[in-house]
């Protein structure tokens, strides 16, 4: 496995690649790797002949200094896991390779970008297209993976390889969780002993919100996950949607769309946590 600092060296090593016809997985990272990051490399060195991963804190997509000055860091440590697992390139800059310059591109997504974490974020999404796009023509991958756990920057991560006519396939993963639900994420690892086990409260009301959803309406859902997540101590709901999968627009009913997903965001103490449920999805 390589560790790689620079555009060029990155873009030099892969085009030796891409011309003997490798086929090139791409999984782009902050780092704080956990299983659910493992889970993204896993299928990509599964499906490709490659597997680059890239760590990088991306100063562009954090509206609060202080989550971008405490966001974890250990190279060391997701080096040795990625390893393990078989990725063949680790991509990992410095803020000044990634921005030579300042990036003054504003990207729009309306209506993706202007609800629920583009709401309550903001700038965040244009931050996270900056450098996912930057990522995407320094690596130029066939594939790119991202989790389910960020619903809403997959859908705008689709949304804009379509805009900016990048080729690549963008493949959305599934939510890993620990055994007892807690949706794996690396601010976790932030988490005191006595929030994690409040955070709890998160993937055990949506898990029970979907036996509640098939004898009540979508409204009384929705009321039921709040009040639960207000009823516990330490934790203050941001939100709860229950959201179209495609158009992340709010629905009224539940006949109203074929894919819904049920969105959360909030603070257990200073740890900002979301999470997501599938209540519906015709293929
Ligand atoms: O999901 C993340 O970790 C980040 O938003 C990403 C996609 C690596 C861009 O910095």
Redesign the pocket.
């Known amino acids: 496995m390589k560790v790689i600092r620079t555009i060029s060296e990155l873009r030099q090593e892969l085009s030796i690649l891409r011309e003997t016809g490798k086929k090139i997985g791409f999984v782009?990272?902050?780092g704080a790797l956990h299983q659910g990051h493992a889970s993204l490399v896993k299928r990509a060195v599964e499906e490709n002949d490659v597997a680059v991963v890239s760590v990088?804190v991306?100063p562009t997509?954090f509206n609060d200094m202080n989550d971008l000055k405490n966001y974890p860091r250990d190279l060391q440590a997701d080096c040795k896991l990625l390893e393990t697992i078989g990725a063949s390139i680790v991509f990992a800059p410095e803020v000044e390779e990634m921005y030579p310059e300042p990036d003054t591109r504003t990207f729009g997504f309306a209506p993706l970008d202007t609800v629920m974490e583009g709401a309550c974020r903001p700038g965040h999404f244009n931050g996270?297209a900056q450098?996912?796009s930057k990522l995407f023509y320094a690596v130029e991958p066939d594939r790119a993976y991202?989790g389910e756990k960020?619903f809403q920057?997959l859908a705008i991560i689709r949304a804009m390889v379509k805009q900016l006519n990048i080729d690549v396939e963008i493949i959305g993963c599934p939510i890993v969780r620990e055994s007892d639900g807690l949706a794996l994420s690396s601010r976790n690892m932030l988490l005191t002993s006595e929030e994690r086990q409040r955070a709890l409260t998160i993937s055990r009301t949506l898990f029970a919100s979907v036996e509640y959803a098939a004898t009540h309406t979508l409204a009384e859902t929705k009321s039921y996950v709040e009040e639960a997540i207000n009823a516990t101590e330490g934790l203050q709901l941001e939100y709860f949607q229950i959201v179209d999968g495609d158009s992340l627009q709010e629905v009224a009913k539940w006949e109203d769309s074929n894919y819904l997903v049920g969105c959360i965001a909030l603070f257990c103490g200073k740890i900002r946590l979301i999470d997501n449920i599938k209540y519906k999805e015709v293929k």
Request: proline content about 8%; charged content about 10%.
């Open positions: 782009p990272t902050m990088f991306n997509q996270v450098i996912v991202f960020d920057q």
